[in-house]
């Protein structure tokens, strides 16, 4: 089946390599998993860890190969610069930068950054997404597009230019305040998943639209509301998710005003979560898989790169 593969995708980040064999059409063959992220692999250590996935999967060696993520950071294999907005959609995959001193055709896709100081902003592998977008809606892609993680992405594109984008703490605040915040104690012990439709995290969503400018008291507030009004668990954890993504919400309205819908790139609970969110907040969501993007993205780039080895229609 390996011998059929264009190419390779690889999705290569701070804790995870994953890689894709892609047929002529773009559908992957496979798909192989590993633990091998930036985080674990040495500078030097790259190119042996690349070679022994693609060794395992037994792929030719004139199959060219096409990577997104942190293997392209001033830590990973070797730096792709960032492309600057406002930029074409298409422009990451136009300005890949090739490996050196490797006999197989590998190429990593550069991330996005806004430069100017008060906007200062980058991102690395959502670039690749919205080229999956693009893949997977068949049209010119335009739109607020929501990215949900760690680190949620925001990003506004008309007629498949990214004009602009900024990242929020989102997913990380929540974590450090239950791990090293006095919130923790009213976090400790919490069980499930928050209810996306529970009294709770509504309330954290509807404040955090309302009033924005008090988030700081209102987190604050879920210790006293433990201590003398027997807030449990569970619902200090839905009001302070619902106060944190109703905060991201605000912060996107008003960075890009009013729109109509908002593309959502999320799958499983998170995703379910902002799309509570966005409902409250009367911007209704076009929910995307993210992980089908991801693949889409690459075999997009792939395709602008090496034409050639696709079947174009």
Known sequence: MQSQAAVIAV?????????????????????????????????SDFASVMNGHLKALGLPDDVPAIMCGMVGSRQGWQEAPYVTVPCHIGDPALGAVKINNTSRDMRILPGIANRSLDKADVMRS?????????????EALTGLVCMPGTHAKWVHVEDERVLD???????ELFAALGAG????????????????NGAAF???????????????????????????????????????????????????????????????VGSGHLG???????????????????DELAVAGLAHAARLIWPDRFNLK
């Not at 998710?241 to 912060?251: K, L, P, R, V």
């Open 181 to 196: 915040s006095v919130l923790k104690y009213a976090l400790d012990g919490a069980s499930g998943p928050v209810d996306a």
């Open 272 to 290: 379910t979560l902002y799309a509570s969110a966005l409902n409250i907040a009367e911007l209704p969501s076009q929910v995307v898989d993210g």
């Open 202 to 264: 509504i309330d954290g969503v509807r404040q955090s639209l309302d009033d924005p400018a008090t988030i700081l008291n209102r987190l604050f507030s879920v210790r006293p509301k433990s201590l003398l009004h027997d807030l449990n668990n569970n619902e200090a954890a839905a009001f302070i998710s619902g106060t944190i993504i109703g905060q991201d919400i605000a912060g996107a309205k008003a960075r890009f005003g009013d729109a109509s819908s908002v593309i959502l």
């Open 126 to 138: 959502e670039e690749t997404q919205l080229l999956g977008l693009k893949e997977k809606m068949g």
């Open 165 to 171: 984008f900024f990242t929020s703490l989102s997913g």
């Open 11 to 43: 999705d290569w980040g701070t804790s995870h390599l994953r890689m894709w064999p892609l047929d002529p059409s773009g559908k992957a063959l496979d798909c192989r998993k590993s633990a091998d992220g930036m985080r674990t692999v040495a500078k």
